[in-house]
């Protein structure tokens, strides 16, 4: 089924640039560019595991190409396209969390204005990841198709719906896949000439391959056989998001922004609640250095409880193991980030990057891992 799915997109995706008719207006223009990136890094904690006992460097590649079609006044298409992989140099167990990485992703977006103030927007989204010597594959596909208002006051009005695809498949676990549906409301304006802010609304809903679990809760002390009872109909999840975002555009680029995420399922785990805070900036410092920052903040609070101890119990006839007994806590997550840049040209189209990234994971108050990573590198600019 997901091999028959990539190739009717791709076939579709290229009857689709096929009917476009070339631009041939004098309003009309083509634009085009594309970089290399090669960057070193260091990893003090690769497994991403609380002692961080593995280190290890890597080496980085990421090409970037983007460009669009201007076919009038009314129309234009745009595309980014991006390929990248990761090699780690030293490590020789590469069945962790990490590993060596292959990954490319494609983007196009059409867009035609019906009116002065009504237009059609159509947006598709390839995505695929090879990791460990091909062992763990995933291949994503989405699409949206909607409309946008520019109305009175300087708002800008956009409704949209689309589809979701995604396919999973590691040669030591079962392979699975969702397909689902997706629709936004967004509404967006300017305040004043430096800031501008929004809102959007999206909702979703997914349908996995696998079957839906409920898990069977102790009873006493805490402890009892861990029991997944299943449902006899397959995973699905529904979920909604309010994001809310407000950006500062002259001396720097500040854009700060909070998403409200609720997620519902029928199985074990898929209910919960996520707050997600994102900080962009930017600003050109001294000696022509850029300085960015990136920071993330997520705390995800579930429904159902986890699973945190394991202990086996052993026959005291056979001395052999019978039974796992594990024991149950909320377990919630704080999974937060903090990368920073620092970007300077050295030579035409050619720019030295130095890069910090600090990352943690708490559960519950207790620190389940840090991790540091440097890194230096090149871009080019063709």
Known sequence: MAQRHKKFVGAGVVVFLLLLPLPQRADAGIRFEHSLQVMEEYDDNVRREEKGEIQDLLLRFLYRAEGGIRFDARQSLSFRLQVGGK?????????????????????GSWQRFLTDKVGLKADLSLQGRLIRDFAERSFEN???????????????????????FFDYNDTTVERFHFVGDRYLLSLARPLGASFATGVAYAFQRRFFSFEAVTLREPEGEGFDTIVFDPLGESRRDLIHEVTLYLQYARRIVLRVGYTFQRDGSNSYRGDFVNHRIQVNFSKRIFAGFTFLALGKFQFKVYDDP??????????GDTEEPTEVLQRFENQNENLSSLEVKLVHPVGKDLSLDLKYGFFFLL????????????????????
């Not at 060596?100 to 494609?106: F, P, Q, S, V, W």
């Not at 559960?363 to 063709?382: A, S």
């Open 142 to 164: 989405n699409g949206n198709l909607g409309l946008f208002f520019l109305l009175p006051q300087e708002f800008d009005l956009a409704l949209s719906g689309g589809y979701l």
């Open 363 to 382: 559960q519950e108050g207790e620190n389940t891992y840090l991790r540091n990573i440097v890194g230096i590198g090149l871009r080019k600019r063709f």
């Open 306 to 315: 986890a699973v945190v101890m394991r202990t086996i119990a052993i026959d």
């Open 87 to 107: 090699k780690y140099l030293s490590l020789l167990d590469r069945q962790g969390l990490e590993g060596d990485a292959l990954i490319g992703k494609g983007e």
